[in-house]
C-alpha cells in the first residue's frame, strides 16, 4: 500500500508562484512515475506533469514554461514549481504515483487526497 500527501496550495495573485510538494510512504518496492494531475470544477481530471524513473517529463501544452517537476527520489517526493499562474489554473490538484510494493509486484496506480489552488486577484 502506498499513502500520497499533497501540501502547498493555496489563494494566489496572477502571476504569482506556488511550490506544491508530494510525498509517497508506505510499502514501496519502486516508483516508476509521479505526476501531477489537476481537476477543475465541471471539467475532466487531466495531466499537468510527470517524470518517471529515468528523469523523463511530460507537461501538458498549457503550463509549459511555466510550470517544472522535480523528484527528491531519496525522500520519495515530487514538487511542481508553478510561476505565472492564470486564473485558469484554479483547480484541485492530485498527485499520482504508479509503483509497485513489497507485497505486491504488479505496478499500480496511487492518488493523493489534493490540494486547492486558486488563482484571483
Known amino acids: 500500500q502506498v499513502q500520497l500527501v499533497e501540501s502547498g496550495g493555496g489563494l494566489v495573485q496572477p502571476g504569482g508562484s506556488l511550490r506544491l510538494s508530494c510525498a509517497a510512504s508506505g510499502s514501496i518496492s519502486r516508483i516508476y512515475t509521479m505526476g501531477w494531475y489537476r481537476q477543475a470544477p465541471g471539467k475532466q481530471r487531466e495531466l499537468v506533469a510527470s517524470?518517471?524513473?529515468?528523469?523523463?517529463?511530460n507537461y501538458a501544452d498549457s503550463v509549459k514554461g511555466r510550470f517544472t517537476i522535480s523528484r527528491d527520489n531519496a525522500k520519495n517526493t515530487v514538487y511542481l514549481q508553478m510561476n505565472s499562474l492564470k486564473a485558469e489554473d484554479t483547480a484541485v490538484y492530485y498527485c499520482?504515483?504508479?509503483?509497485?510494493?513489497?507485497?505486491?509486484?504488479?505496478?499500480?496506480?496511487?492518488w493523493g487526497q489534493g490540494t486547492q489552488v486558486t488563482v484571483s486577484s
Open positions: 499520482n504515483a504508479v509503483a509497485t510494493t513489497t507485497v505486491q509486484t504488479i505496478a499500480s496506480n496511487y
Open positions: 517524470i518517471n524513473s529515468g528523469g523523463k517529463i
